[in-house]
């Protein structure tokens, strides 16, 4: 239960990156709101997979370790990343992208792809609305693609969770998830919603 929809989804942007080119060696792969569920597991999946990654989080002096630990190349604050340039392209700088973030976040990545690079784009934390031009499409052969785990065919989720599965470390994932009680929940959603949650947490509706 641990892996959840977050890890699915992680998995999903990861295959979907690699089915358009994504190698390890071709350069860092960016994952926006690593601090989170669908984050902190891209982070691992990538690193065991062997790519370069390096983790954007609001929290990076908090949750460096972490990720570090969870196999993060390098850790970076997300204002770095944060403002929609002014500029259509920026110096090119990640081999692929997965975002979580959504909004200003996603807009500024799209400038810094390396040329035939994309985004896996999985969450809109950060807004629903981006500001781009087709130019990093047009000059650069980029490409968004959009991340669905809801209504994926069965038979691509049973390959997607295999995957997942056997990539994952599972010593890792324990280290990675918090598990709590139906009474704590109250307590954890006012967690949630301050920022202070990071990793994955389970619910076990028996204690």
């Not at 998995?11 to 984050?39: H, K, N, Y």
């Not at 790519?51 to 908090?62: C, H, M, Q």
């Not at 992208?97 to 996603?106: E, F, K, Q, R």
């Not at 709590?180 to 619910?203: K, S």
Request: proline share 3%; charged share 20%; net charge negative.
């Amino acid at each position: 239960m641990a892996i959840g929809t977050a890890g699915f989804t992680a998995m999903l942007a990861i295959d979907q990156l690699e089915q358009a080119g994504l190698r390890p060696g071709q350069g860092p792969v960016l994952v926006t709101g690593a601090s989170g569920g669908v984050g902190s597991t891209a982070v691992h999946l990538l690193a065991r997979l062997g790519y370069e990654v390096v983790a954007s989080t609001g929290r990076a002096a908090e949750r460096r370790d972490d990720l570090i630990r969870f196999g993060a190349s390098d850790v970076i604050e997300r204002d770095t990343i944060a403002d929609v340039p002014e500029r259509p392209l920026l110096t090119e700088r990640w081999a692929g992208v997965v975002d979580a973030v959504g909004g200003s976040t996603l807009s500024h990545v799209l400038a810094e792809l390396k040329y035939g690079a994309g985004v896996a784009a999985c969450g809109l934390a950060g807004g629903d609305k981006i500001t781009s031009t087709v130019i990093p499409f047009l000059l650069r052969g980029n490409n968004l693609f959009g991340i669905d785990s809801v209504m994926r065919p069965i038979e691509g989720r049973q390959e997607v969770w295999q995957r997942a599965a056997s990539t994952m470390d599972l010593a890792m994932l324990d280290a990675m998830t918090t598990e709590i009680g139906l009474a704590e929940l109250p307590d954890a959603a006012e967690a949630i919603l301050q920022g202070h949650v990071a990793g994955r947490w389970v619910v076990n509706v028996n204690r």
